[in-house]
């Protein structure tokens, strides 16, 4: 998807290993050093530390290398042993401490002014899963020898905490956390903006049930690897500190997304759509890449997008929330040079999530997304991408789906089809009405409801997918408009519903009224509907076309046991129970009597007691 301009507003016991691998090296940093290897202190920066609370460390190391961030100069790891007797392996990174200043323009824009604290040094974060003695020694090597620390020992107090987001064991369908909690995905895609933003935009969010977005950790807000090959951008990686432990304050889980460009083209040739002239890949930079097919096909590339994932696990991953690892934005609308050789594409995936489990602790869920209408069955069906997902918009379709797209449910509803029988959770993970183009731009403007928000959130809900839609247009549409109420209902409505033990599955409903759409989930003890008046779309509101009221109806559930059932019928605009009701199923069908619908509800239905 595009990047919209944004507004602008005034660990325990481990181990160290410094390991050598021959190969080419990733260039020369500021960091390189030329010192004998030595480990000369490490030190516990977590006060009283806690089961399920991040623990983190600080370790002076010197070394010889030509850049802190290859694997192949140095690799920093943390060899924790746990109470349990299992022995895990850490990676460590290099960090540098910042200050951030925001000063104000003239114009009314913000700048972020970073400067550097302190030298920079080694720290390793762990997130301990059990309470009790954790014990650590600290290995290394480099080009020079090996060295080799003291042990450590910290001990851990119990905790509570739900441990990470997993796809369900009961129900692959849907994602719960280590203690089986479900997880449903409620929130947008916040995937770039000045850390000032973020400060507005996750508590709002929260504020309102939101319990999910997503990041472009790629994107130059908080990418690592701009400018020179071998020199990652700490400045960024402290940002996305703060975004993180905001994440955590206001429990918003974060989807990762780690890239995002479509084109690598060398200095002084014509730059294209999402093509960073300082990418690091780039030949011009000091990488090995002359085009996207370089990038996925060169060992030496592979080898280097590597030491991301190692870095971004080693920074990010000891959070519970980090959702899951997305490897790329829509990875099918890259460089024609490569966009259509599947299998290359393909390998590269399963390669970099099979990396990303074997480097990282919590073996969060790793993915992959395509754009708009993409459908790559062999994607989905590839066990290392724990989840499959959908993108599509108004606004960039084929004819025929432009015309559907004037229905947010519909649009989603042809769209998950494809998506929803690989055995494993699924999302609409980008919609919404684009805002490139002036003429549809106004279109999204004068939806002052949100309808096609509020209908891209339901749809998704009641065909079984593992969350809400996910709205693109965070920063210049629903920020602005102050659409975060949207939220609060269906946050009201999914609370409590058992995802991962219902056996949910899509049920079979015959309606009186031809004006109705209704989508549902027949599970034990629960089934739930959303009942949504097909007249009711954001492009008849906007063009200020009729939309009559469906009158009172009926709708039959099939397949229902006989006896009595309990029926709560919900607001989804404000939220709460509209009414109740005792009804039997008889004949195997449970017929409920609806009200005159201008909008949508949504149906809890129970066996009765």
């Given at each position: 998807?595009?990047?919209?301009?944004?507004r602008?507003?005034?660990?325990?016991?481990?181990?160290v290993?410094?390991?050598?691998?021959?190969?080419?090296?990733?260039?020369?940093?500021?960091?390189?050093?030329?010192e004998?290897?030595r480990?000369?202190?490490?030190?516990?920066l977590?006060?009283?530390?806690?089961?399920?609370?991040?623990?983190e460390?600080r370790a002076?190391?010197?070394?010889?290398?030509?850049?802190?961030?290859d694997?192949?100069?140095?690799?920093?790891?943390?060899?924790?042993?746990?109470?349990?007797?299992?022995?895990l392996?850490?990676p460590?990174?290099f960090?540098?401490?910042?200050e951030?200043?925001?000063?104000?323009r003239?114009?009314?824009?913000?700048q972020?002014?970073?400067?550097?604290?302190?030298?920079?040094?080694?720290?390793?974060?762990y997130?301990?899963?059990?309470?009790g003695?954790?014990?650590?020694?600290?290995l290394?090597r480099d080009?020079?020898?090996k060295?080799?620390s003291?042990?450590?020992?910290?001990?851990?107090?119990?905790g509570?905490?739900?441990?990470?987001?997993?796809?369900?064991?009961?129900?692959?369908?849907y994602?719960?956390?280590?203690?089986g909690t479900?997880?449903f995905?409620?929130?947008?895609?916040?995937?770039?903006?000045?850390?000032?933003?973020?400060y507005?935009?996750?508590?709002?969010?929260?504020?309102?049930?939101?319990?999910?977005?997503?990041?472009?950790?790629?994107?130059?807000?908080f990418?690592l690897?701009l400018?020179?090959?071998g020199?990652?951008?700490l400045?960024?990686?402290?940002?996305?500190?703060?975004v993180?432990?905001?994440?955590?304050e206001?429990?918003?889980?974060?989807?990762m997304?780690?890239?995002?460009?479509?084109?690598?083209?060398?200095?002084g040739?014509?730059?294209?759509q999402?093509?960073?002239?300082?990418?690091?890949?780039?030949v011009?930079?000091g990488?090995?890449?002359?085009?996207?097919?370089d990038?996925?096909?060169l060992?030496?590339?592979?080898r280097?997008f590597?030491?991301?994932?190692?870095?971004?696990?080693a920074r990010?991953?000891a959070?519970?929330?980090?959702?899951?690892?997305?490897?790329?934005?829509?990875?099918?609308?890259i460089?024609r040079?490569?966009?259509?050789?599947?299998?290359?594409?393909?390998?590269?995936?399963?390669?970099?999530?099979?990396?990303?489990?074997s480097?990282?602790?919590?073996?969060?869920?790793?993915?992959?997304?395509?754009?708009?209408?993409?459908?790559?069955e062999e994607?989905w069906?590839?066990p290392?991408?724990d989840f499959?997902?959908?993108?599509?918009?108004?606004g960039?379709?084929?004819?025929?789906?432009?015309?559907?797209?004037?229905?947010?449910?519909?649009l989603?509803?042809?769209?998950?089809?494809?998506?929803?029988?690989?055995?494993?959770?699924?999302?609409?993970?980008?919609?919404?009405?684009?805002?490139e183009?002036p003429?549809?731009?106004?279109l999204?403007d004068?939806?002052t409801?949100?309808?096609?928000?509020?209908n891209?959130?339901?749809?998704?809900?009641?065909?079984?997918?593992?969350?809400?839609?996910?709205?693109?247009?965070?920063?210049?549409?629903v920020?602005?408009?102050?659409?975060?109420?949207?939220?609060?209902?269906?946050?009201?409505?999914?609370e409590?519903?058992?995802?991962t033990?219902?056996?949910?599955r899509?049920a079979?409903i015959?309606?009186?009224?031809e004006?109705?759409r209704?989508?549902?989930?027949?599970?034990?003890?629960?089934?739930?509907?959303?009942?949504?008046?097909?007249l009711?779309?954001?492009?008849?509101?906007?063009?200020?076309?009729?939309?009559?009221?469906?009158?009172?109806?009926e709708?039959?559930?099939?397949e229902?046991?006989?006896?009595?059932?309990?029926?709560?019928?919900?607001d989804t605009?404000?939220?709460?129970v509209?009414?109740?009701a005792?009804?039997?199923?008889?004949?195997?069908?449970l017929r409920?009597?609806?009200p005159?619908?201008?909008?949508?509800?949504?149906?809890?239905?129970?066996?009765?007691?």
């Amino acid at each position: 998807m595009n990047v919209p301009p944004m507004r602008r507003f005034p660990f325990c016991f481990f181990t160290v290993f410094v390991c050598l691998i021959d190969s080419a090296g990733a260039g020369t940093s500021r960091w390189a050093a030329r010192e004998p290897l030595r480990i000369s202190a490490l030190e516990v920066l977590t006060e009283n530390p806690a089961q399920w609370r991040r623990l983190e460390f600080r370790a002076q190391i010197s070394g010889t290398y030509e850049t802190p961030f290859d694997e192949n100069e140095v690799a920093v790891d943390a060899e924790v042993a746990t109470p349990s007797g299992r022995t895990l392996r850490v990676p460590a990174f290099f960090y540098q401490e910042f200050e951030r200043r925001v000063r104000g323009r003239a114009d009314g824009t913000t700048q972020e002014i970073m400067t550097a604290v302190g030298p920079p040094e080694w720290r390793v974060r762990y997130l301990p899963a059990e309470a009790g003695r954790h014990s650590v020694r600290i290995l290394a090597r480099d080009r020079t020898g090996k060295a080799e620390s003291a042990p450590l020992t910290v001990l851990v107090a119990p905790g509570p905490g739900r441990g990470f987001i997993r796809v369900s064991k009961r129900d692959p369908h849907y994602f719960e956390f280590d203690d089986g909690t479900p997880y449903f995905a409620i929130g947008m895609n916040i995937v770039e903006g000045p850390l000032s933003e973020y400060y507005r935009w996750i508590p709002r969010l929260a504020k309102n049930g939101g319990n999910f977005s997503r990041l472009w950790i790629g994107h130059p807000h908080f990418a690592l690897e701009l400018g020179p090959m071998g020199e990652y951008r700490l400045d960024a990686a402290w940002k996305l500190d703060r975004v993180m432990e905001l994440s955590e304050e206001y429990g918003i889980h974060q989807k990762m997304c780690i890239d995002w460009i479509r084109h690598i083209t060398p200095k002084g040739e014509p730059r294209k759509q999402f093509d960073l002239e300082d990418y690091a890949y780039s030949v011009s930079n000091g990488g090995p890449c002359r085009n996207m097919r370089d990038f996925f096909e060169l060992p030496e590339a592979r080898r280097l997008f590597k030491n991301r994932l190692r870095y971004t696990v080693a920074r990010w991953g000891a959070s519970t929330h980090v959702m899951a690892w997305e490897l790329w934005n829509e990875i099918n609308a890259i460089d024609r040079t490569v966009r259509d050789d599947r299998s290359l594409i393909l390998d590269w995936n399963r390669e970099m999530c099979r990396y990303l489990k074997s480097i990282d602790p919590a073996r969060h869920l790793t993915t992959n997304s395509l754009g708009s209408s993409g459908f790559w069955e062999e994607m989905w069906q590839m066990p290392e991408n724990d989840f499959a997902q959908m993108h599509n918009y108004y606004g960039w379709h084929r004819p025929e789906d432009e015309e559907l797209a004037r229905d947010m449910a519909g649009l989603m509803i042809k769209w998950l089809e494809p998506v929803r029988h690989f055995f494993k959770p699924y999302l609409f993970a980008e919609f919404g009405v684009i805002r490139e183009k002036p003429e549809i731009r106004a279109l999204c403007d004068a939806d002052t409801q949100g309808v096609h928000l509020h209908n891209g959130l339901w749809a998704p809900l009641a065909y079984g997918a593992a969350g809400t839609g996910h709205i693109w247009w965070w920063g210049d549409y629903v920020d602005p408009k102050n659409l975060y109420y949207h939220f609060a209902p269906v946050a009201r409505f999914v609370e409590g519903i058992p995802w991962t033990t219902a056996g949910f599955r899509q049920a079979t409903i015959d309606s009186a009224h031809e004006q109705l759409r209704v989508l549902g989930l027949r599970g034990e003890p629960l089934s739930i509907l959303w009942v949504h008046n097909k007249l009711h779309t954001w492009w008849r509101v906007v063009h200020k076309e009729p939309v009559p009221p469906v009158p009172p109806s009926e709708l039959a559930l099939a397949e229902m046991r006989d006896g009595r059932y309990r029926v709560e019928i919900w607001d989804t605009w404000k939220g709460g129970v509209l009414s109740r009701a005792e009804i039997r199923a008889a004949g195997g069908k449970l017929r409920i009597r609806l009200p005159e619908l201008a909008r949508d509800v949504a149906l809890k239905i129970y066996p009765g007691r």
